[in-house]
């Protein structure tokens, strides 16, 4: 009998909350399945030349069996995931933790089957996103006036960055990491986790703690792969998809204070703690997007991460 094949993909080093995970999702099914799998850990595609929104394209075609990649990929197929992407709206990750494991959760993966070729099997973790730079300190919007700052393949995201002052250039994380010493980019956003891995320390001296996102990452499947699969491993699969999550979830609760450390050992890096009196004219500046997206979105979406 040939061994079937499980190819994971993602665009982050071993040592990424991200990468463990997966690792850990492999581990579970190789201890239950030993030779009749080959599970394959392709951490990070961008070492291949790829993007890392290639990555659903590659689960979609075959190419991969599953992927990681941000729930910021899936807001035109899946329009729910888009209060996932306001600002300054999610305000701890308890709450947010309580929604995907509840309601919100199976909602999310109601829309993926019914509206994707993909079967969610997670939503991970990928911490509040904060700023950083290389050109000077940001404490107020008026500091991010003319900042060209990386941001993700987003309009969401671009409208509020535009509203708090900033210039967005809107790319795949592959551009910003090719291009991190050059005129193009004056700043990015990003969680702790990504920001430390991708080494954007040693080019970005600035670093302003905004928490203005909250980035979930999901976990995906291809359908068809799935359903090709025997009952039983279609049964690991899910529950190996529940223990990598919890895994995830506990590595990203300690990862910004590890990161934090670690930023603080960094030569020249300055970082930034707002104040809630300095962090509220953010907050005000970026009501106008909140309020349009509250009109556009089911109030019940709201309530999920109220």
Not at 15 to 27: D, L, T, V, Y
Not at 92 to 115: S, Y
Not at 167 to 194: A, C, H, M
Not at 263 to 274: P, Q
Request: proline share 5%; net charge neutral; glycine share 6%.
């Amino acid at each position: 009998m040939s061994k079937i094949v499980i190819k994971f993909g993602g665009y982050q080093n071993p040592a990424s909350i991200h990468n463990r995970a997966a690792a850990r999702f492999g581990e579970l099914l190789k201890k239950q399945f030993g030779e009749r799998i080959d599970f394959q850990l392709i951490g990070n595609v961008l070492d291949l030349g790829r993007q890392s929104g290639d990555l659903p394209k590659m689960v979609a075609s075959g190419e991969l069996s599953l992927c990681y990649i941000s729930s910021v990929r899936f807001t035109d197929p899946v329009p729910e995931f888009k209060v996932l992407e306001l600002p300054f709206l999610i305000k701890d990750r308890a709450t947010v933790q309580r929604a995907f494991a509840g309601e919100f959760g199976k909602l999310l993966q109601q829309r993926m089957a019914e509206n994707t070729p993909h079967k969610l099997l997670g939503v991970w973790d990928n911490g509040f996103r904060h700023v950083t730079n290389k050109v000077r300190p940001i404490r107020t919007p008026a500091d991010c006036k003319g900042l060209k700052i990386r941001c993700q393949v987003s309009e969401m995201h671009v409208e509020a960055l535009q509203a708090m002052g900033f210039e967005p250039i809107s790319v795949d994380v592959k551009e910003f990491v090719d291009g991190i010493d050059g005129p193009r980019f004056d700043g990015q956003e990003n969680p702790l986790t990504n920001t430390y891995n991708f080494g954007v320390q040693k080019f970005h001296r600035y670093q302003t703690l905004t928490g203005h996102l909250f980035g979930a990452t999901v976990m995906i499947c291809n359908q068809e792969h799935y359903k090709s699969w025997p009952a039983d491993l279609q049964a690991a699969v899910d529950e190996a998809g529940r223990e990598a999550t919890r895994y995830q979830l506990e590595l990203a609760a300690a990862e910004d204070a590890e990161m934090l450390a670690k930023f603080k050992l960094v030569k020249d890096h300055e970082i930034i703690t707002l104040t809630e009196a300095e962090r509220a004219p953010f907050v005000a500046a970026v009501q106008p997007v909140l309020e349009k997206y509250r009109r556009e979105l089911d109030p019940k979406l709201f309530a999920y991460l109220a």
